[in-house]
C-alpha cells in the first residue's frame, strides 16, 4: 500500500524531572532531506538520529524538533560567573566614559558566547540520555509513519480515481479510431469521383485503397493506446506494493503524458483530440499528487 510523504508525529518523556519533547514533521521531497533541532548537550547524537530517520523514513523533507526543559527548575546550562563579570565590567566602562549610566540586564548579556556553558556529560548520562532520544525518536517515528499511511490511503483511492478517469477516455479514443479512417475513405472517395466527374478522368480503386492505407498507417494510435493501458495497469500494481513506489509513479505518469501527446498528433482528429486534452488534465493531476508519494 502506498504510502504519503506527509506526516507528522509526536512523542513524550519525563525522567529525573526532565521533560523531552520531540516531534517530527515531513513534507514531499524528491529524496531525504533532514533538518535536525537539538539541545546542544544532546547534540552528539545527530548521527544516531539521522541513521534511524534515514533507515525507516526514505523519502520527504524531515524536520525533527526535540525540546529538553527541567520540570523542578533545575539548572540544565552553567553560568561562567568570570565571563559574566567580564562582559559587566566592559560595558560598565563604556558607559563611564559614554555618558550617565544605564540600566545592565544580565538576561540578555546571558545569551553572549561564554556566559552559559553546556555541562558536560559524563559516558554513563550520555547513555542514558542516548536510550532515552532512541527511544522517542522510534515512537515518533511510528505516529509518523501510521499518519502517513493514512494519508496514503486517500492518495490510493483517488490516483485509482485518475486512472480510471484516463482509462474510460481512452476507451472513447479506441472506438473513435476505427471511423477516423472509414470517414477519411468516404471523404477521399467523394473528392475523387467529383474531381473525375468534371475532369473526365478515371482512377483505379487500387489507387485509392493505397491512399487509405498510407493514411490509416500514418494515424494509427493502436500501439500508443495498447502502451497507455499498460501504464494504467502498471499503475494499480505499484500502488498496492509495500516498497516506496513514488519515484516509479512519477516516471509513469510522464509516460503516459508522452503517449496522449503522440495519440493527439497522431490521430488527425477533433473528437480524439478533445478526449486527449481531457486526459491529459487527469494525468497533470496523477502527475501532481504522485509528487507526495513515498
Known amino acids: 500500500m502506498i504510502r504519503s ?3 507528522y508525529g509526536a512523542a513524550q518523556h519525563v525522567e529525573g524531572g526532565v521533560c523531552y519533547a520531540l516531534e517530527i514533521r515531513s513534507l514531499n521531497n524528491r529524496y531525504v532531506k533532514l533538518s535536525l533541532k537539538l539541545p546542544e548537550h544532546l547534540q552528539f547524537l545527530e548521527s544516531d538520529i539521522d541513521r534511524m530517520l534515514r533507515a525507516r523514513l526514505v523519502r520527504g523533507t524531515v524536520t525533527y524538533t526535540l525540546r529538553v526543559r527541567s520540570e523542578h527548575g533545575s539548572v540544565l546550562r552553567r553560568i561562567n560567573s568570570a565571563a559574566l563579570q567580564e562582559y559587566v565590567d566592559q560595558l560598565s566602562r563604556v558607559e563611564a566614559s559614554n555618558g550617565p549610566p544605564s540600566t545592565i540586564d544580565l538576561a540578555t ?48 483511492r483517488e ?27 468516404e471523404r477521399l472517395k467523394s473528392r475523387v469521383g467529383t474531381l473525375m466527374r468534371t475532369g473526365g478522368f478515371e482512377l483505379e480503386a487500387e489507387g485509392l485503397m493505397r491512399e487509405v492505407a498510407i493514411y490509416a498507417e500514418r494515424c494509427d494510435i493502436s500501439e500508443e493506446i495498447a502502451r497507455l493501458t499498460s ?9 498496492e506494493r509495500e ?52
Not at 231 to 239: A, K, W
Open 109 to 156: 548579556i546571558a545569551l553572549l558566547p561564554g556566559v552559559c556553558d553546556v555541562p558536560e556529560l559524563d559516558e554513563e548520562a550520555r547513555s542514558r540520555e542516548r536510550d532515552i532520544v532512541t527511544n522517542l525518536t522510534d515512537r515518533a517515528i511510528d505516529a509518523l509513519s501510521a499518519m502517513r499511511r493514512d494519508e496514503g490511503e486517500a492518495l490510493l
Open 5 to 7: 510523504m506527509t506526516g
Open 231 to 239: 501504464h494504467l495497469d502498471q499503475c494499480g500494481v505499484l500502488c
Open 159 to 185: 490516483l485509482l480515481g485518475f486512472c480510471e478517469s484516463i482509462r474510460s477516455l481512452l476507451a472513447n479514443c479506441a472506438t473513435r479510431a476505427p471511423k477516423v479512417i472509414e470517414e477519411y475513405h
Open 243 to 294: 516498497e516506496p513506489v513514488g519515484r516509479t509513479l512519477d516516471f509513469l505518469s510522464q509516460e503516459m503524458l508522452r503517449e496522449a501527446n503522440t495519440i493527439a498528433s497522431k490521430s488527425n482528429d477533433s473528437v480524439i483530440a478533445r478526449s486527449v486534452v481531457e486526459m491529459k488534465g487527469w494525468v497533470d493531476r496523477l502527475k501532481e499528487q504522485v509528487q507526495n508519494v513515498v
